[in-house]
């Protein structure tokens, strides 16, 4: 599995993007961990606010309290994503449906031949 994250202005304008190749992991632990990949991004860009666009319902509603979070191997990252989050003055979340994430994808699949390679 492989992860990443592109940082934009609200205009849509990219500030920065990150891949990261994780090894095998399920598509929920990605995303999460994909999640947490931005969060880190933005931080290094100086960003005070923040809006998640993902294209994972469910680690969307999760963190926008929606949905209860049962699964004991997410867990662990759903309170780091909250936490890294407490450190934003605002921030919101959303889905998105995957083509409306085509970037992100892209690094993926990146990040994926590299590590092949």
């Not at 999640?35 to 923040?50: K, S, T």
């Not at 979070?69 to 995957?98: D, I, N, Q, T, Y």
Request: hydrophobic fraction near 45%; aromatic fraction near 6%.
């Amino acid at each position: 599995a492989a992860v990443a994250a592109v940082a934009t202005t609200t205009e849509g304008d990219a500030l920065g993007e990150r891949k990261l190749y994780i090894g095998e992991a399920t598509n929920n632990v990605a995303e999460y961990r994909a999640l947490l990949l931005g969060l880190e991004l933005a931080r290094e860009l100086g960003a005070d606010e923040v809006e998640v666009v993902n294209d994972s319902e469910l680690v969307a509603r999760q963190i926008g309290g929606e949905y209860k979070v049962k699964h004991a191997g997410l867990k662990p990252l759903f309170l780091e994503a909250m936490e890294s989050l407490r450190g934003f003055h605002k921030w919101a979340v959303r889905p998105v449906r995957r083509e409306q994430n085509a970037r992100a994808d892209e690094l993926v699949n990146e990040a994926l031949d590299d590590a092949l390679a």
